[in-house]
C-alpha cells in the first residue's frame, strides 16, 4: 500500500485479555519496527524485523510481549495477559532498507493503535 | 551516553510568530544521523529532515529551517510565520551506527500549539 497501515485504531482490553495489534508496512520494506508511545513521552523500541526474521527484540518489556512477521510483510504485535501499565500508543515503522546498512533510512509510520486495558 | 534532549516540553506561540524548538544531542560518535519528525494530533510520525554527522550546512523547506551546530551539538528547529497547522508534538532523534550496532534515540518530543 502507499502508506503503513495498523488496526485496529482503537483498543480496549479488559485486564487479563490477550490482544493483537496488526500493521501493514509498505510493499517491498525489508525493515518492521514496533514501538511503545506512552502519553506524553517519545517513542521506545519494542522490537525489529528484517524480512520475517526478528533480529532485536530487546525492547520487549516481559514475555507476555511477542511479535511475528512469519512472511516479512504483515506483522503482528501480541500482548497477553494484559496489565494497565500496557495502555499506550502501539507503533509501527518500515523502511526500505536493513537497518545496518540503511541505518540513516527514513522510518515511514503508521497512525498507531491505542490500547486501553482498564 | 547517548542521549537526545529537548528541553522545551510545550510551546505556545500566536499565529504567524516565528518559533525554534530546540534540540541538543549527546553521543561520542563520530559519524550520526540527526531527524525531525513531526507527530498531529492524528498520531502518525512524519519525517521532516534527516542530517548525517558531516554536512553542517543548514537546510531551508519553506517556512521550516534547521539550525545544526557541531560545536555545541544542537540541532534546532525553526518555523517561521506559524500557522494553526503547525500545531504537533515535534521529535528529535539521534541514529548511532557502531559496528554491528544499531541505536535510534528518541527526544522527549515538544508539543507546539499555534493559537490563531
Known amino acids: 500500500g502507499a502508506g503503513v497501515s495498523q488496526s485496529p485504531r482503537y483498543k480496549v482490553a479488559k485486564r487479563g485479555q490477550d490482544v493483537a495489534l496488526r500493521c501493514d508496512p509498505i510493499s517491498g520494506h525489508v525493515s518492521l519496527f514496533w514501538y511503545q508511545q506512552a502519553l506524553g513521552q517519545g517513542p521506545e523500541f519494542l522490537t525489529y524485523?528484517?524480512?520475517?526474521?526478528?533480529?532485536?527484540k530487546s525492547g520487549l518489556p516481559s514475555d507476555r510481549f511477542f511479535a511475528e512477521r512469519p512472511e516479512g510483510s504483515v506483522s503482528t504485535l501480541k500482548i497477553q495477559r494484559t496489565q494497565q501499565e500496557d495502555s499506550a500508543v502501539y507503533l509501527c515503522?518500515?523502511?526500505?532498507?536493513?537497518?545496518?546498512?540503511?541505518?540513516?533510512?527514513?522510518?515511514?509510520f503508521g497512525a498507531g493503535s491505542r490500547l486501553t486495558v482498564l | 551516553a547517548q542521549k537526545v534532549t529537548q528541553a522545551q516540553t510545550e510551546i505556545s506561540v500566536v499565529e504567524k510568530e516565528d518559533v525554534t524548538l530546540d534540540c541538543v544531542y549527546e553521543?561520542?560518535?563520530?559519524?550520526?544521523?540527526l531527524f525531525w519528525y513531526k507527530q498531529p494530533p492524528s498520531g502518525e510520525l512524519v519525517f521532516l529532515i534527516r542530517r548525517n554527522s558531516f554536512d553542517e550546512q543548514n537546510e531551508i523547506s519553506g517556512r521550516y529551517s534547521w539550525n545544526f551546530q557541531k560545536s555545541t551539538s544542537s540541532f534546532n528547529f525553526t518555523i517561521t510565520a506559524s500557522q494553526v497547522v503547525d500545531s504537533a508534538v515535534y521529535f528529535c532523534a539521534l541514529i548511532l551506527l557502531t559496528g554491528s550496532n544499531y541505536q535510534l534515540i528518541w527526544g522527549a518530543g515538544t508539543k507546539l500549539i499555534i493559537k490563531p
Open positions: 515503522a518500515s523502511s526500505l532498507a536493513d537497518r545496518r546498512n540503511g541505518g540513516a533510512n527514513v522510518l515511514t
Open positions: 553521543t561520542r560518535d563520530t559519524t550520526y544521523y
Open positions: 524485523f528484517q524480512n520475517e526474521a526478528q533480529l532485536d
